[in-house]
């Protein structure tokens, strides 16, 4: 199939084609990135800016070596050095990014509809890098990587989602992702962090962890979005921990090849225990290496795409 | 100045009038109503209304005019101008300005601004507390000695339940309504409605319980007090059924909406389109049915605009930051007639919506055609399409969600006083 979409603002409106597509893209970059020279040309005269309103360790890097094992040339932009702490608005920002010309713009803002608003004012390629509680596609992206990978397929698997669900963009877009396929997917969280309606998106909502891991093949943890006042939706951090935490106590109720994910960072000793993030079920590493493959596969993608 | 309108379907709710007729106006009075006026030969307008509806000027109980002090958004005299076009003859200004309108200074000077600027008339809307603050009341008396009709702290709640209480009873004296904004604050730290749609867009929400919690409270204050409420922009099913509710037990309840909470859905935010942001958000499916319900039965008593215009600059940000509003004037009465259309009200009942109920809460003498009386007329076309351009509107608030939009139904002609302030271009 073409590739021809201009942007990828969110996993909402892909098809499944297209999700598979970018899966398939991101897998032959893969092996790029174990090369002893890793590098190719596939880029080259390319321009990929990063414009991070707001702070990232995982994704920001990841898009710039994905973008620099591609040979395209990176210039990162975040809230602190860019002209939006003089007051400069979105809309001049981009006007002003535009006329220098660069191929794809990668924005995170801590405002949903970021990306679509930027999207919608410049001619250059639009990834959303994450905005908001709305949507992080790449992240889901790099998860379903991930899942197909090590479980060899994602229909017929159940999926448990804890956390901070109403304040996760990971979640949304992941929720959305995982919709395409076959699978279970299960919620679970204190309700103050449940969306009302949640169900709606072909879920289901389990209150209690240990139900909710019962037979998981797949636990996605996710942090509490302090940034979003995730802190004032429950009573400390400490009871949230007890009651939500993820322990090695919890693994055993699950199946015995589950795997663990984290879209990080991850908070040690509030969603997830030391001895679960760093034990054998964990992939959470591995989610971050597969996010450059797939980064590689999404710029590929949206620089060539068929006009 | 002598005007005869000719030939048009007057309907006029307050005088149960649906007929082909002649309207006679001399300086600013209907002369006479009746069949086949023969011509003076001295008038300075003939108007040949055949195959529209004649009807009395509009009237909105809920508009922003934004002067003084956001002049940038607009100003009294184009708001008028935008209201003119849209069939209003008489508007109320709310006391959001800078400085608000909460002490006689500033109503006097809204008031002489419009006399002097003004393309309708314009009745300022006092504020309930000094400066929206929700602390102490205004200086209501004041007020309306110069003139203010209501008063409202519209743009939020008086979160203060005593505060809102004595502004009940204080009112009692000047016998003018309390307009009540219903939102709980506490409830209300989002964009949009909290439903499926914002599970979708990840915005912050309000749930529909924030604008119930406080029509229920409003009313349950104003009928222990026994003074009138009016709650404006009704937008939610649970809100509709409290007031049922509450008019079976009390009469002095009433409530309006506006046509964007029967027009569209919350569905229309999910572009992140900032014309879309407007307080209270844009509801859900069940709700937009069940104000259409509360139109038919009656539960909502006045279509009002809630005419919010803003500078491009306050729009054309993320949604979070975008300053609330639609500007509402010049596509008011189309989109209402959609209500027509679609058999949901009659054109009398709709008309009734738009006049003689606004004039009743007000207590103002416009609203009807009667012969004596003030003539504030409009001649509109409830059939003929059009499609809204933003860039053509008078009002300096291009935010609209509808731009592009194809209408059916179409203000021809404005007379205000007895004066022609409004004739669109396609109408000779």
Redesign the interface.
């Known amino acids: 199939m073409d590739w021809i979409r201009k942007d990828l603002l969110g996993i909402?409106g892909l098809s499944k084609e297209e999700i598979l597509f970018i899966l398939e893209t991101a897998e032959s970059f893969k092996e790029i990135s174990l090369r002893e020279i890793k590098k190719v040309p596939t880029l080259r005269g390319k321009t990929i800016i990063t414009l991070f309103y707001e702070p990232s360790t995982r994704t920001r890097t990841s898009f710039e070596i994905a973008a620099k094992r591609l040979s395209a040339d990176t210039i990162n932009i975040s809230a602190s050095t860019s002209s939006y702490v003089k007051g400069e608005?979105?809309?001049d920002t981009a006007k002003n990014l535009e006329s220098m010309k660069p191929d794809v713009i990668v924005i995170r803002?801590s405002?949903?509809?970021?990306p679509?608003?930027l999207a919608g004012l410049v001619d250059s390629s639009v990834v959303n890098g994450g905005?908001?509680?709305?949507?992080h596609p790449t992240q889901a992206l790099l998860d379903l990587f991930t899942i197909k990978e090590k479980k060899g397929r994602v229909d017929g698997l159940k999926i448990v989602i804890i956390g901070d669900i109403i304040h996760s963009?990971v979640a949304?877009s992941n929720i959305l992702a995982l919709r395409h396929f076959d699978t279970d997917v299960v919620c679970c969280g204190p309700p103050t962090m449940i969306?009302?309606?949640?169900e709606?998106?072909g879920v289901r909502v389990e209150y209690n962890m240990n139900r909710a891991v019962e037979d998981a093949d797949v636990i996605m943890m996710l942090r509490i979005q302090k940034e979003r006042g995730g802190v004032s939706y429950i009573p400390s951090i400490r009871e949230y921990s007890t009651i939500y935490g993820l322990k090695a106590t919890h693994l055993e109720r699950a199946k015995k090849d589950v795997i663990i994910m984290h879209p990080g960072p991850i908070n040690r000793g509030v969603e997830i225990t030391d001895e679960v993030a760093d034990g054998p079920y964990s992939v959470i590493l591995d989610q971050v290496e597969n996010g450059v493959a797939v980064r590689m596969g999404i710029l590929y993608l949206l620089t060539g795409r068929v006009s | 100045m002598k005007i005869l309108i000719k030939n048009g379907r007057v309907i006029d709710p307050g005088n149960s009038i649906n007929d082909i007729l002649d309207v006679y106006i001399k300086d600013n009075l209907v002369e006479k109503i009746g069949k086949n006026l023969r011509e003076k030969g001295n008038e300075d307008h003939i108007i040949d209304a055949s195959g529209h509806i004649v009807a009395p000027g509009l009237i909105d109980t809920h508009a922003h005019l934004r002067e003084p002090g956001y002049e940038y958004k607009e100003t009294i005299a184009t708001g008028t101008m935008a209201a003119a076009r849209g069939g209003f003859t008489s508007i109320v200004c709310m006391a959001n300005t800078d400085p608000v309108n909460d002490n006689k200074s500033v109503t006097e000077y809204i008031i002489k601004k419009a006399g002097l600027e003004g393309y309708c008339r314009v009745f300022p809307c006092g504020a309930i507390t000094k400066g929206l603050r929700g602390e102490e009341l205004s200086e209501i008396g004041e007020m309306f000695e110069a003139g203010i009709v209501a008063v409202s702290d519209d743009g939020k709640s008086v979160r203060n339940s005593e505060v809102l209480r004595k502004a009940f009873e204080y009112t009692k004296i000047f016998n003018i309504p309390v307009i009540s904004h219903c939102e709980d604050h506490d409830l209300s730290k989002g964009y949009v409605h909290e439903g499926s749609v914002s599970l979708l867009t990840g915005l912050d929400a309000v749930p529909s319980i924030a604008e119930e919690l406080i029509v229920n409270r409003d009313i349950v204050i104003a009928e222990y007090v026994g003074s009138h409420i009016h709650l404006t922009h009704i937008s939610t099913a649970g809100s509709v059924d409290i007031i049922a509710n509450a008019k079976k037990r009390y009469q002095r309840v009433t409530s309006d909406t506006c046509p964007h909470y029967f027009t569209l859905t919350d569905e229309a935010t999910l572009g992140f389109d900032t014309n879309t942001k407007v307080n209270p958000p844009l509801r859900s499916k069940k709700d937009v049915e069940a104000i259409k319900e509360g139109l038919k039965n009656g539960t909502i008593d006045i279509i009002a605009t809630d005419h919010a215009p803003h500078d491009m600059t306050s729009k054309d940000v993320e949604y979070n930051l975008a300053s609330s509003g639609i500007s509402g004037f010049e596509t008011a009465l189309s989109l209402s007639l959609s209500l027509v259309h679609g058999g949901v009200l009659s054109i009398e009942e709709l008309i009734k919506k738009f006049t003689i109920n606004p004039a009743r809460l007000l207590n103002l003498p416009y609203g009807e055609i009667k012969e004596g009386k003030t003539a504030d007329i409009i001649v509109f076309n409830p059939y003929m399409e059009w499609v809204v351009d933003k860039n053509a509107f008078y009002s300096k608030g291009k935010n609209t969600p509808f731009h592009g939009w194809r209408l059916k139904g179409k203000n021809l002609l404005t007379i205000v006083d007895g004066r022609i302030v409004y004739r669109d271009t396609h109408f000779k």
Do not use: I, S
């Open positions: 909402k608005t979105l809309k803002h405002m949903p509809g970021a679509h608003m905005d908001g509680a709305h949507e963009r949304r969306p009302p309606k949640l709606e998106l």
